[in-house]
């Protein structure tokens, strides 16, 4: 079993549509919860990072982090085409020494106008 | 700032040829990685720098060559390619003590035939 599992999609939605993509997890230790954007044939960027539980909103993006159920969401509000890429979860340990992220697979998002 | 620049953006390979896909960035980074991204496996981690002179192993290290002489620069030498090792490879930089916001170069496409 992976540590972080991702549903790979791919998902399609119409514009103006609310998004909810999901990961789960099975390692304790994690305690940074991060959400990578990343477009065709290009690098990820990070689009959010939360650190423990709860919720961080930044614009039309929130992060949800449930660690009872090792459970972490990112909802997109009023979708848009430019939101099209593949979204990938990645998780941390607090230990700052370690620099390792372990990431989900990605799920590929595609808005239709 | 050019951030974190990797060459060459592509590459085709024979099997059993050797070369060396070049990282480097300007943000005085401590941490380094290299990640290869194969569909449904998402990111996985090479090898990684915490620091010049200072390399260690990741998830899938077999095959790959790692130094880290300057703090800028971050090679991977592909010692003898084989057809498994087709993949796109990312080199990514982050701060010490900050374990969420890792920079990512654009990616190599390797193919080895």
């Known amino acids: 079993q992976k540590e972080v599992e991702q549903d790979p999609g791919p998902l399609s939605v119409p514009e103006g549509a609310i998004v909810s993509l999901n990961c789960t997890y099975s390692n304790s230790a994690f305690q940074y919860f991060m959400w990578y954007r990343q477009y065709s044939r290009k690098g990820p960027e990070l689009l959010m990072y939360?650190?423990?539980?709860g919720n961080k909103e930044d614009g039309r993006f929130t992060a949800q982090v449930d660690k009872s159920s090792k459970y972490i969401s990112l909802f997109i509000r009023d979708s848009q085409p430019s939101d099209s890429a593949t979204y990938l979860c990645a998780m941390s340990g607090a230990n700052f020494g370690n620099e390792k992220l372990t990431f989900g697979t990605g799920t590929r998002l595609t808005i239709i106008p | 700032n050019a951030g974190v620049t990797q060459t060459p953006k592509f590459q085709v390979l024979k099997t059993g040829q050797s070369m060396t896909l070049q990282c480097a960035q300007d943000m005085n980074h401590e941490y380094m990685s290299w990640y290869r991204q194969d569909p449904g496996m998402g990111l996985r981690l090479i090898h990684y720098s915490v620091g010049a002179g200072i390399t260690d192993q990741g998830e899938v290290p077999n095959g790959y060559n790692v130094s880290r002489s300057t703090t800028e620069d971050f090679p991977l030498r592909l010692l003898s390619a084989a057809p498994s090792q087709t993949s796109v490879y990312f080199c990514a930089s982050k701060r010490g003590n900050v374990p969420y916001e890792q920079y990512f170069g654009p990616g190599t496409r390797l193919t080895v035939t």
């Open positions: 939360t650190y423990s539980s």
